[in-house]
C-alpha cells in the first residue's frame, strides 16, 4: 500500500507554460515534505522542501503548495523550460522517524519547445 | 553534490554471486541509506544507517546486508545475486537540515 502517491506517471507542458505536479499522501504523521528531480543516468537532485507547519514554500520558478486537510501537496514551476523535463519524486517523512523517507513512483514532466 | 561517490557505477554478474557496492562521503553525516530504484515504484529503502556500526532494516531489505565501519563508507552486500535484484541502486546521506542527498547511482544487471 503505497503511503505517497503520484497519480500522473507523466505530463507534457508547453514552455513557458505552468508545469503543477501532484502528490498525495495516506499517513497523517507525516510532517515533512520534499521534491526532488532526477535526470537519467545521475541520482536524485533536491529541489525544495515544505514543513506541515507552513502551506506554501517558494524558491525561484518552484513553490510547493501543501494542503494537509486533503493531505496533497503541488509542485508549480513557473515559467517551465526545456531543462526541467525530468522524473519529478514527491517525498515525506514523520516526526519520530524523520531520519526515513517514503518516496512516491514519480512523475516524468516534458517540457515541449 | 554533498560529496557522495559510489563504485561501482556500473556491474554485470551472475546469479548466486555475491556483490558489494561501496558508498563514501566526505562530510561526516550521521545518517546513510541505500535505495534501490524500479520502475512504477519510485525509490525503496533498503537499510540505512545512523553511525558506525549502527544499522536498521528498510522497506525492501530481504538478500541484503550492511555494513559501515568507519562514518564515511556504508557498504551494500547482496548475499547471493538474483536477476530480482537486477536495478539502480543510489546510496544518500541526510544533513541536519533533514533533508536527503544522493549519490550518482549504481546500475546493477544481474543475469
Known amino acids: 500500500d503505497q503511503q505517497v502517491k503520484q497519480n500522473s506517471p507523466s505530463l507534457s507542458v508547453q514552455e513557458g507554460r505552468i508545469s503543477i505536479l501532484n502528490c498525495d499522501y495516506t499517513?497523517?504523521?507525516?510532517?515533512?515534505f520534499l521534491w526532488y528531480k532526477k535526470y537519467p543516468a545521475e541520482g536524485p537532485t533536491f529541489l525544495i522542501s515544505i514543513s506541515s507547519i507552513k502551506d506554501k514554500n517558494e524558491d525561484g520558478r518552484f513553490t510547493v503548495f501543501l494542503n494537509k486537510s486533503a493531505k496533497h501537496l503541488s509542485l508549480h514551476i513557473v515559467p517551465s523550460q526545456p531543462g526541467d523535463s525530468a522524473v519529478y519524486f514527491c517525498a515525506a517523512s514523520a516526526g519520530n522517524y524523520g531520519q526515513n523517507f517514503v518516496f512516491g513512483p514519480g512523475t516524468r514532466l516534458s517540457v515541449l519547445p | 553534490d554533498a560529496g557522495i561517490t559510489q563504485s561501482p557505477r556500473h556491474k554485470v554478474t551472475e546469479t548466486g554471486t555475491p556483490v558489494t557496492l561501496r558508498c563514501h562521503q566526505t562530510e561526516n553525516h550521521r545518517y546513510m541509506y541505500w535505495y534501490r530504484q524500479d520502475p512504477g515504484h519510485g525509490l525503496r529503502l533498503i537499510h540505512y544507517s545512523y553511525g558506525v556500526k549502527d544499522t536498521d532494516k528498510g522497506e525492501v531489505s530481504d538478500g541484503y546486508s550492511v555494513s559501515r565501519s568507519k562514518t564515511e563508507d556504508f557498504l551494500l552486500t547482496l548475499e547471493s545475486a538474483t536477476s530480482s535484484q537486477t536495478s539502480v541502486y543510489f546510496c544518500a546521506i541526510m544533513t541536519a537540515k533533514r533533508t536527503q542527498y544522493f549519490g550518482p547511482g549504481t546500475r546493477l544487471l544481474v543475469l
Open positions: 499517513n497523517s504523521m507525516f510532517d515533512y
